[in-house]
């Protein structure tokens, strides 16, 4: 005969056993639980001293379950948190971003005021200012250095006037259009400059290399009296340049000449103001006429006129 196809729990003793504790465990649960009500309705101060027993000893785990059961109910939170610090983050950086690029905006606008004061304050001093204006390109390399204004002899601009920068001389014009103008740059192997040096006036001569550099030689020595660190001006000598214009500083020596590095580099140079030529003879100081002469001739002839 074949063997039913569902088995009882009573043919299997695992599942006896497991029954039979239920049973037993659920009867010592009910006695437990009379006897607390019982021992809390005949004594209720023993009922409270086994109480707070039971809660020392069921603290730890208690507390346990407790932290357990906050981190899981704060996980979302904690998520939530995390999300919004990455949102803040980038909010910063990008702030941050901003912020860098107003500084770089705001030390572009002051360096730009610094050369247009200096460019008012050259203009205002300098009675031989022509007129102002910007360098608007360069040649890099070429056979002639040359750079372009973008003012022209419709403001008065024409050929053989120096041209010079806040920073130091530039160079003189060369050709005039009506609104541009082309300028033979200082570093022009062309372009012949007298120079001094400004710590004891010993003359020189400053010429082009080509190269962004230019050569200075001394006229009056036969050693070179120059080293590096001098700084040069012009000299007015020979006309043209106006006395004591920034020229160039002294980068190293070469035999008897002394390589400079002009102070108003064509490649950086914005602003700018044509000068008219100078002559010598706008320095030299006017002989003035004593004030007693006059007098004096006056009366000697009123004394002769007179019978």
């Given at each position: 005969m074949a063997p039913p196809s569902s088995r009882r729990p009573g043919y299997d003793r695992k599942a006896q056993y497991g029954l039979f504790a239920t049973y037993v465990i659920a009867i010592i649960g009910a006695i437990v639980g009379l006897l607390l009500l019982i021992i809390s309705i005949a004594d209720p101060t023993g009922f409270n001293a086994l109480r707070a027993a039971g809660n020392e000893i069921t603290r730890p785990i208690a507390a346990s379950l407790r932290a357990l059961v906050v981190g899981i109910g704060n996980i979302d939170e904690e998520i939530a948190a995390y999300i919004k610090a990455g949102s803040q983050n980038a909010a910063?950086?990008?702030?941050?971003?901003?912020?860098?690029?107003?500084?770089?905006?705001?030390?572009?606008?002051?360096?730009?005021?610094?050369?247009?004061?200096?460019?008012?304050?050259?203009?205002?001093?300098?009675?031989?200012?022509?007129?102002?204006?910007?360098?608007?390109?360069?040649?890099?390399?070429?056979?002639?250095?040359?750079?372009?204004?973008?003012?022209?002899?419709?403001?008065?601009?024409?050929?053989?006037?120096?041209?010079?920068?806040?920073?130091?001389?530039?160079?003189?014009?060369?050709?005039?259009?009506?609104?541009?103008?082309?300028?033979?740059?200082?570093?022009?192997?062309?372009?012949?400059?007298?120079?001094r040096r400004i710590s004891d006036n010993i003359p020189g001569i400053s010429s082009g290399r080509g190269d962004g550099t230019v050569e200075i030689r001394a006229l009056n020595t036969e050693r070179n009296p120059f080293k590096p660190g001098d700084i040069v001006v012009t000299s007015g000598i020979g006309g043209i340049y106006r006395p004591n214009i920034p020229v160039a500083i002294v980068a190293r020596l070469d035999g008897d000449r002394a390589i400079a590095i002009p102070l108003a580099n064509p490649g950086r140079v914005e602003l700018i103001v044509v000068q008219r030529p100078f002559r010598p003879d706008e320095a030299a100081p006017r002989k003035a006429t004593p004030p007693d002469e006059a007098p004096a001739d006056n009366g000697s002839a009123e004394n002769a006129s007179a019978p």
């Amino acid at each position: 005969m074949a063997p039913p196809s569902s088995r009882r729990p009573g043919y299997d003793r695992k599942a006896q056993y497991g029954l039979f504790a239920t049973y037993v465990i659920a009867i010592i649960g009910a006695i437990v639980g009379l006897l607390l009500l019982i021992i809390s309705i005949a004594d209720p101060t023993g009922f409270n001293a086994l109480r707070a027993a039971g809660n020392e000893i069921t603290r730890p785990i208690a507390a346990s379950l407790r932290a357990l059961v906050v981190g899981i109910g704060n996980i979302d939170e904690e998520i939530a948190a995390y999300i919004k610090a990455g949102s803040q983050n980038a909010a910063l950086r990008r702030q941050v971003d901003a912020n860098r690029t107003k500084l770089i905006e705001a030390d572009a606008i002051r360096q730009e005021n610094i050369r247009l004061k200096s460019l008012l304050q050259l203009t205002e001093a300098d009675s031989g200012t022509v007129s102002a204006g910007h360098l608007i390109s360069s040649t890099a390399s070429s056979a002639a250095r040359v750079a372009r204004l973008d003012i022209g002899s419709l403001r008065g601009v024409q050929a053989g006037m120096p041209v010079r920068a806040p920073e130091g001389l530039v160079g003189r014009v060369l050709r005039v259009g009506p609104n541009t103008a082309d300028v033979l740059l200082l570093i022009d192997e062309g372009n012949v400059v007298p120079v001094r040096r400004i710590s004891d006036n010993i003359p020189g001569i400053s010429s082009g290399r080509g190269d962004g550099t230019v050569e200075i030689r001394a006229l009056n020595t036969e050693r070179n009296p120059f080293k590096p660190g001098d700084i040069v001006v012009t000299s007015g000598i020979g006309g043209i340049y106006r006395p004591n214009i920034p020229v160039a500083i002294v980068a190293r020596l070469d035999g008897d000449r002394a390589i400079a590095i002009p102070l108003a580099n064509p490649g950086r140079v914005e602003l700018i103001v044509v000068q008219r030529p100078f002559r010598p003879d706008e320095a030299a100081p006017r002989k003035a006429t004593p004030p007693d002469e006059a007098p004096a001739d006056n009366g000697s002839a009123e004394n002769a006129s007179a019978p």
